[in-house]
C-alpha cells in the first residue's frame, strides 16, 4: 500500500529540487555547486571546512546566478550575498576568544560558547 503523505511530501521534494537545480546547477550537471564547494573547501579542516564548504555552495550559487542573467526561483541574489557575508562573520567570530583566553586555543570539542554581551 502507498503511503499518501509520504508520497506527496517526496512529490514537494522533487519540485523543490528541480527549482533549485534550475537555480544553481550549470552545465547540466546537478552536482556543480558541490564540486565548486568542495575545491573552496580543499585544504580545511575540522569547523573550518565546514564553514569553507558552505561558503563554497553560496559562491557556486551566486556565480551560476549571475553569469547565466537566471532570475531566480528561490532565495534571491541578495539574500544570497547576505548568507555568504553571514557565514563569512560567523567564522570569524568562531574563532574570536577574550584576549585573556587567546594564548591557550580550544579545539573543536573543548570551545566553550561566548557571547557578545558584556552584562
Known amino acids: 500500500m502507498r503511503n499518501p503523505r509520504f508520497a506527496a511530501l517526496t512529490a514537494e521534494m522533487n519540485a523543490l529540487h528541480d527549482r533549485k537545480n534550475a537555480d ?40 551560476e546566478l549571475t553569469s547565466a542573467g537566471k ?10 550575498r547576505k548568507d555568504l557575508a553571514m557565514y563569512a562573520a560567523l567564522r570569524a567570530s568562531y574563532h574570536r576568544v577574550p584576549e585573556r583566553e587567546q594564548s591557550a586555543p580550544f579545539t573543536a570539542t573543548e570551545r566553550p560558547f561566548y557571547t557578545t554581551c558584556s552584562c
Not at 532570475?71 to 544570497?80: A, K, R, V, W
Open 24 to 63: 544553481y546547477a550549470s552545465d547540466g550537471n546537478p552536482y556543480s555547486n558541490f564540486e565548486q564547494a568542495a575545491q573552496v573547501a580543499e585544504g580545511f579542516s575540522g569547523v573550518d571546512a565546514v564553514f569553507a564548504a558552505l561558503i563554497g555552495v553560496k559562491l557556486a550559487r551566486l556565480r
Open 71 to 80: 532570475t531566480p526561483n528561490n532565495e534571491s541574489i541578495d539574500d544570497t
